[in-house]
Every structure is written in structure tokens, then in C-alpha cells.
């Protein structure tokens, strides 16, 4: 079986920048897996990954067009300290996450300023902007369950977890 659209596949990965330096890996953790074909992993990548079988090895590296894309200034925006709850715990660099008022996905931003009335926060992600290097090993590959084509997303052994959060409340 090959990697085409509409399969499952699970690989591990190693993820550094173009300069070597470590920045992800499913080491130590379950492989990661994702439905391929609906743009569920960043566009290089998932191109990369078409046609390959179980047990390829590979390396790519991808550009930020191909990857995480480019910072974008309309993401960086200050707003009033006061919006925090605890404003004392604020530190630069720290990272927090609100689910996306219209998707409900989870949204990464960080801290990248604090004055003293005001804190400025970067909503782009934090890979942006950055030349990756991807290490993979492809470990399975496998047909997509309705339920998985239903959803858009992969499942592991205990379903579905995207939208467990959903189901709870
Ligand atoms: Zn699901």
C-alpha cells in the first residue's frame, strides 16, 4: 500500500530547523497520524509523503511557503493589560492558547511584549517564518474509516479525540 488520498498513515518524525537545532519529534510517544490528501499536515510535507510505502525512510526540507508560512504583522496586535486576569503572571515568551472564536481550533499566542499598561501578543505561528527539516519513517499505512472520512481527521485506537471536548460539554 502506498500513501495516497484518503489513507491513514502514521510515521515518526524528527523536526529541526535548517540549522540543525531540535524543535519536535514523536520520540518517546506514539507515531503521529493523519489523513492524507485534505491538507491536514503543512502542504511540503504532505506532498512529500505521496506515494511513499511503509518503512521509507526520508529527509525534506521545506521553506516557510511550504511550511508554516510567513509571520504576518495583522497577528501581532496590543491590547490593554487589563484583559488578563492575572496580569502579574504575565512574562515574555510565555505562550497560551484560546480556541478560534469561529473554528473553536486551538490558537497559539504569545507574549511577545509586556509595557505597563499594555501587553502585545503574537498570534502567527510559532513556526513561522522558519526553514524546517523533516526526518520521517513511514510505520503504517492504512484505508481511512468512514468515520475518519466523515470527520476530515485520523482517529487512533480510542476513536476520535478532535472533538472530545465538544462531546463533554
Ligand atoms: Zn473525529
Do not use: W
Request: glycine letters at 10%; aromatic letters at 6%; one cysteine or more.
Amino acid at each position: 500500500m502506498q500513501v495516497s488520498k484518503n489513507k491513514v498513515v502514521l510515521m515518526d518524525y524528527r523536526l529541526t530547523d535548517s540549522e540543525g537545532r531540535f524543535i519536535d519529534s514523536s520520540e518517546g510517544d506514539q507515531p503521529l497520524a493523519y489523513l492524507h490528501g485534505l491538507g491536514n499536515i503543512v502542504a511540503g510535507l504532505e506532498k512529500a509523503m505521496e506515494g511513499k510505502r511503509v518503512g521509507d525512510e526520508f529527509q525534506i526540507a521545506l521553506t516557510p511557503e511550504e511550511g508554516y508560512g510567513h509571520p504576518s504583522p495583522e497577528l501581532i496586535r496590543t491590547v490593554p493589560m487589563e484583559m488578563f486576569e492575572e496580569p502579574d503572571d504575565l512574562e515574555v515568551g510565555t505562550h497560551f492558547s484560546i480556541p478560534d472564536e469561529e473554528t473553536g481550533e486551538e490558537q497559539f499566542i504569545l507574549i511577545s511584549a509586556i509595557g505597563p499598561e499594555s501587553v502585545t501578543i503574537d498570534g502567527n505561528h510559532p513556526l513561522a517564518g522558519i526553514d524546517l527539516v523533516f526526518d520521517i519513517s513511514v510505520v503504517e499505512i492504512r484505508d481511512a474509516t468512514e468515520e475518519e472520512l466523515e470527520h476530515g481527521h485520523a482517529h487512533d485506537a480510542g476513536g476520535c479525540h478532535h472533538e472530545q471536548s465538544d462531546e463533554e460539554g
